[in-house]
């Protein structure tokens, strides 16, 4: 028999005291589609399937005389894996070793370890390989096969049994787990791999094979999924029957925390019932605007989809009572700094008050923007160091991802501004600390969002000596540094936990935030209510008040009609010093304000 062994490595994944690891899915389907073929079965023996970054020579250790070693690569292992593929051909140097994923291109022929790269969809690729390797041939340096015209072809490495003897080998181990019910996007937006990567047309597994893998992961240590589908919702009665199988489980073996998924980018209200479905574990329901600048959303090929829609969207979500948030991209093209700031506001405008998450641009290599728009739009890049949050590594080995650093645009000064302005407005207003001052201005005083935070940014950038100003001036450096250096020049912060980190620091300089948020509203010259400022004190849990609370009001903080009403704040929040992750948990689910007051009867 000839000895195969796979390698899908990624950090341990660290949360709340806990470890878990990802399963090794794409290594795992390769595995179980191939050995489906006698040629195959007959032959080769899958020795191993690496899904840990150890270190170099402990995994060196577990391999014995391989004769092809495959590596699925992406940017969170792209160093390890070239890194660990060089020490293979030393120490074994007629083995094959073949790439592919999403981080694979013809680039890679400038590897001399590389015998093989597979671009594209890749079973029957890998069958082709330890086919001609088993028959003494050469693999060819690149290999493409066209996309399958069925997937009913392909079996799951879950209920196959694929990971049976990994999970049996590991019980001290939490898992999370990539779930698969359909390949394609037909989209093109220029920033991402994943349209091109699969031509566009979407394919789906029967629902079978699904239930399968989701009673198969019911068993097991299972903690998170993330449905991997591009579009999730986009096949109204199947999506929701697979949303209803996941919710089953969770009723009926409980243990599974978070779902995540990429929600169908024209959003309705299919989305809504599905998240609705999910209940308690599902992430909450993405807007992903990705800029509110038409010219930029013309740029990235995203302007002919109604994602902007945000309003209507956010009616429907508050109609459900779910939770929803809204991703923007810092850094694309034809982004300026005025544009990102308005953009900002207008989200919260439309009514985007519960989550917005800031990602910085990055380049993937199969994407549009790596090909054409890094020239075409005079980008210039850095390579930044440990830019994945949570990740714990366990190799020592660095992994990095080029982000844009100025565009014809943005100067990497303004990219630095527009940051800050955006962690003034996710940190301050979204997680609660000025929002209730914001919307008062906005609603009764004709204050727009912009004035009130254009105001209070020049109060946070021209610095200050309060404990607010200076996490602000922290965080500066810190992004400072990344554009300029790729990493943040500072011990505790790493890009990956800038803005999750931070939200416990803020937290510290509570009430330097209320009076911050308390002394700017009044700069406009309107009376502030006591009422307001009352509820304005109280809005998030802390040491100084007891809750619940009454305020009596004159206006209506969710309708904003005049009148009189009264107001019971009831916090749903875990206290800070007693449950940090739950707090913070619920603060990045948009359970902040809205949530945590309801209104009394007369």
């Not at 990802?22 to 023996?45: C, E, H, M, N």
Request: with cysteine.
């Amino acid at each position: 028999m000839k000895n195969l062994y796979l390698f899908q490595p990624q950090d341990v994944v660290r949360f709340a005291d806990k470890r878990q690891y990802w399963f090794p899915y794409t290594a795992g389907v390769l595995w179980a589609y191939a050995k489906q073929f006698d040629s195959i079965s007959r032959v080769w023996q899958c020795r191993d399937i690496f899904f840990r970054k150890q270190s170099i020579d402990v995994v060196l250790d577990r391999i014995h005389e391989p004769d092809v070693v495959g590596f699925s690569v992406y940017i969170w292992n792209h160093n390890y894996s070239i890194a660990m593929a060089q020490a293979i051909k030393q120490r074994w140097p007629n083995c094959v070793l073949a790439f592919g994923g999403p981080e694979v291109s013809a680039k890679w022929l400038k590897y001399d370890f590389a015998d093989c790269l597979v671009l594209g969809e890749g079973e029957r690729s890998w069958v082709k390989i330890l086919e001609t390797v088993a028959a003494g041939g050469r693999v060819e340096k690149i290999i493409k096969t066209d996309r399958m015209e069925s997937l009913d072809q392909v079996p799951s490495p879950y209920s196959s049994g694929v990971f049976d003897s990994i999970v049996d080998a590991n019980p001290e181990f939490l898992w999370n787990a990539p779930l698969e019910t359909n390949r394609g996007c037909p989209y093109s937006c220029t920033f991402c791999d994943w349209g091109g990567l699969t031509q566009s047309k979407i394919k789906k597994f029967s629902l079978e094979r699904v239930a399968a893998d989701i009673d198969w992961l019911s068993r097991r240590p299972v903690k998170t999924i993330f449905v991997t589908d591009a579009n999730f919702g986009v096949f109204r009665d199947r999506d929701l029957e697979i949303a209803r199988m996941i919710r089953h489980w969770v009723d009926e073996r409980p243990g599974l925390e978070y779902v995540s998924m990429n929600y169908a980018k024209m959003s309705n209200e299919v989305v809504f019932d599905i998240s609705r479905e999910l209940g308690s574990v599902g992430k909450g329901i993405t807007f992903s605007v990705q800029s509110m600048n038409p010219d930029t959303l013309k740029a990235i090929k995203r302007q002919n989809m109604k994602i902007n829609d945000i309003s209507g969207l956010i009616k429907l979500g508050d109609e459900y009572n779910l939770h929803y948030y809204s991703e923007m991209i810092l850094g694309l093209p034809a982004e300026t700094l005025e544009s990102w700031k308005d953009g900002l506001c207008e989200l919260l405008e439309l009514g985007q008050h519960s989550r917005i998450e800031i990602l910085l641009a990055q380049v993937l290599d199969n994407t549009e923007m790596s090909s054409q728009q890094v020239s075409q739009y005079r980008m210039q890049l850095i390579d930044v160091k440990e830019f994945l949050p949570l990740g714990l590594d366990e190799s020592g080995i660095t992994e990095s991802s080029p982000i844009v650093k100025s565009t014809s645009t943005m100067t990497t000064q303004e990219l630095v501004e527009a940051y800050m302005y955006s962690w003034m407005i996710t940190h301050l207003h979204i997680n609660n600390y000025t929002k209730i001052l914001a919307k008062y201005l906005r609603h009764v005083h004709d204050v727009s969002y912009r004035r009130f935070y254009d105001r209070l940014f020049n109060h946070l950038w021209s610095g200050g000596t309060t404990g607010i100003h200076s996490e602000f001036q922290k965080i500066r450096t810190a992004i400072t540094n990344i554009y300029s250096q790729g990493q943040t020049g500072l011990p505790d912060i790493v890009l990956g936990n800038l803005q999750f980190g931070s939200m416990e620091r803020v937290y510290h300089c509570i009430y330097d935030c209320l009076r911050l948020g308390l002394d700017t509203a009044q700069s406009f010259g309107h009376d502030i209510p006591s009422g307001i400022v009352d509820l304005h004190n109280r809005s998030l849990e802390n040491d100084r008040y007891q809750l619940p609370h009454v305020v009596d009001l004159d206006v209506d903080i969710k309708t904003w009609e005049p009148g009189p009403c009264r107001w019971e704040i009831v916090s749903k929040n875990h206290a800070f010093k007693k449950d940090y992750w739950g707090f913070f948990s619920n603060l990045r689910r948009g359970k902040q304000l809205e949530t945590m007051v309801r209104r009394l009867a007369a």
